[in-house]
């Protein structure tokens, strides 16, 4: 079982949609959940960082957690082309300092 | 804005030579870490840091890769010899002491041996 899971898609919304990215994680003890987009060619870039059971928003951006389920998701409203890139979920195990990264989300927002 | 700096952006390299890229964290920014990342997957550690110590490099080929930040600031990954396989980028990446804060990764080093 892979450290933190993800669809690869790819996943295509319209413009002005919400689109939902998801990821699962092995770890129970894991304790920090962070989201990147990476365009292509680029590398990641940190968008969201989440630690507690719940939601949290940043602008168009809501992180999703739910430790009892290892679940973490990303939500984008209004989805915009400029979304378009790959979204890649990254967690902090239990006990561990450094990051471990699922292989990324796909996602195309059509015009 | 603070950003980690690494050079070159881009290398090609025949295989069997020697090959080195350079990563300047952000300032202050006690840790580093270096990640390699395969074309469609997400990035893998392959060295940690400390300041100037080695907290993992349970991943890290020793055989043809070494790593080093000998003042505890910039830091210097050496592949030799590089082999087809290694070809990917090769990104630097700092945070705070304890990456639960995130770590911000640098505009990575574009990797082809031919």
């Known amino acids: 079982q892979k450290e933190v899971e993800q669809n690869s898609g790819p996943l295509s919304v319209p413009e002005g949609a919400i689109a939902s990215l998801n990821c699962t994680y092995s770890d129970r003890g894991s304790q920090s959940f962070f989201w990147y987009r990476q365009y292509s060619g680029k590398s990641p870039e940190l968008i969201m960082s989440i630690y507690s059971n719940g939601d949290k928003e940043d602008g168009r951006f809501t ?9 973490v998701s990303l939500l984008i409203r209004d989805s915009q082309p400029s979304d378009s890139a790959t979204y890649l979920c990254a967690v902090v195990r239990g006990g561990a300092n ?4 699922g292989t990324g989300t796909r996602l195309t927002v059509i015009p | 804005e603070a950003e ?4 070159p ?5 025949e295989k069997s030579q020697a090959v080195a890229f350079w990563c300047d964290p952000i300032s202050g920014h006690a840790t580093l870490y270096w990640y390699r990342q395969i074309l469609g997957q997400g990035p893998e550690l392959l060295v940690q840091f400390q300041d100037e110590s080695v907290v993992d ?10 790593a080093e930040r000998l003042k505890g600031v910039d830091s210097t990954l050496k592949i030799q010899p590089a082999e087809l396989g290694d070809s990917a980028m090769y990104l630097c990446a700092s945070s705070p002491v304890t990456t639960g804060l995130g770590q911000y990764f640098g505009p990575g080093t574009r990797l082809t041996v031919t």
């Open chain 1, 63 to 71: 992180a999703q957690l739910n430790k009892a389920s290892q679940y």
């Open chain 1, 98 to 101: 450094n990051l471990f990264f």
């Open chain 2, 4 to 7: 980690v700096a690494q050079s």
């Open chain 2, 9 to 13: 952006r881009y290398k090609i390299t």
């Open chain 2, 57 to 66: 490099d349970s991943q890290l080929p020793k055989d043809r890769f070494s």
